[in-house]
């Protein structure tokens, strides 16, 4: 009898952002410039219903080459992990056919917002060699209602003790306007055991 267990899973970027790909600039000058098109990909992200309000993309640090470009696709998904880093970073990977983005490139990793506590680790081990994030704090919990997890103080310092280069807010007015849009609205907090949303601003 043929086993019921799943022995394989995939995950997509959706279909708004497959069309859109060849159409994103192939490289972009300076961080403000990446952040600007990450801040774009997470509102238009919520608002075509496949996840949070978040996007990611790795490119290269001294060229400003666009390598990948990731969204949230946990409801399109139906996978708990498929968040905008791990999106942007499994694309690089199976672009460049390394899972070690440091070995050769010298390539950044741009998100809007510090990363939750599991894109922490995803982001730890990919081997970039720089992180560009909007913020840090309590900001993105109090107008989303995400529980990002419980993150170490010293987040930051402990990417920069193993190579990882942290610059903070990059674009931080633009990501907070999309995750109060997001509040506003009345799309899907997915925390775990339906927690909902926290006290917001």
């Given at each position: 009898m043929p086993s019921s267990l799943s022995s394989s899973f995939t995950l997509s970027l959706p279909a708004w952002l497959q069309r859109e790909l060849a159409a994103l600039p192939h490289e972009l000058d300076g961080a403000e410039a990446q952040m600007a098109l990450v801040n774009r990909l997470a509102d238009r992200n919520w608002r075509e219903g496949n996840g949070g309000p978040f996007a990611a993309i790795v490119v290269d640090h001294t060229t400003g080459?666009?390598?990948?470009?990731?969204?949230n696709v946990v409801l399109a998904s139906g996978k708990s992990s498929a968040h905008a880093e791990v999106m942007a970073l499994g694309l690089a990977q199976e672009r460049?056919?390394?899972?070690?983005?440091?070995?050769?490139?010298?390539?950044?990793?741009?998100?809007?917002?510090?990363?939750?506590?599991?894109?922490?680790?995803?982001?730890?081990?990919?081997?970039?060699?720089?992180?560009?994030?909007?913020?840090?704090?309590?900001?993105?919990?109090?107008?989303?209602?995400?529980?990002?997890?419980p993150m170490v103080a010293d987040w930051?310092?402990?990417?920069?003790?193993?190579g990882i280069s942290v610059t903070q807010d990059v674009g931080r007015d633009d990501a907070l306007a999309v995750y109060r849009a997001y509040g506003a609205s009345a799309s899907t907090v997915y925390n775990a055991r339906g927690a909902g949303r926290i006290d917001k601003e």
């Amino acid at each position: 009898m043929p086993s019921s267990l799943s022995s394989s899973f995939t995950l997509s970027l959706p279909a708004w952002l497959q069309r859109e790909l060849a159409a994103l600039p192939h490289e972009l000058d300076g961080a403000e410039a990446q952040m600007a098109l990450v801040n774009r990909l997470a509102d238009r992200n919520w608002r075509e219903g496949n996840g949070g309000p978040f996007a990611a993309i790795v490119v290269d640090h001294t060229t400003g080459e666009l390598v990948s470009a990731g969204v949230n696709v946990v409801l399109a998904s139906g996978k708990s992990s498929a968040h905008a880093e791990v999106m942007a970073l499994g694309l690089a990977q199976e672009r460049l056919g390394t899972w070690d983005l440091g070995a050769q490139r010298d390539l950044a990793l741009v998100v809007n917002w510090r990363p939750c506590v599991q894109c922490y680790g995803a982001t730890m081990w990919s081997g970039v060699r720089h992180l560009v994030v909007a913020g840090d704090g309590p900001e993105l919990e109090r107008l989303t209602g995400f529980d990002e997890g419980p993150m170490v103080a010293d987040w930051a310092a402990q990417f920069e003790a193993r190579g990882i280069s942290v610059t903070q807010d990059v674009g931080r007015d633009d990501a907070l306007a999309v995750y109060r849009a997001y509040g506003a609205s009345a799309s899907t907090v997915y925390n775990a055991r339906g927690a909902g949303r926290i006290d917001k601003e």
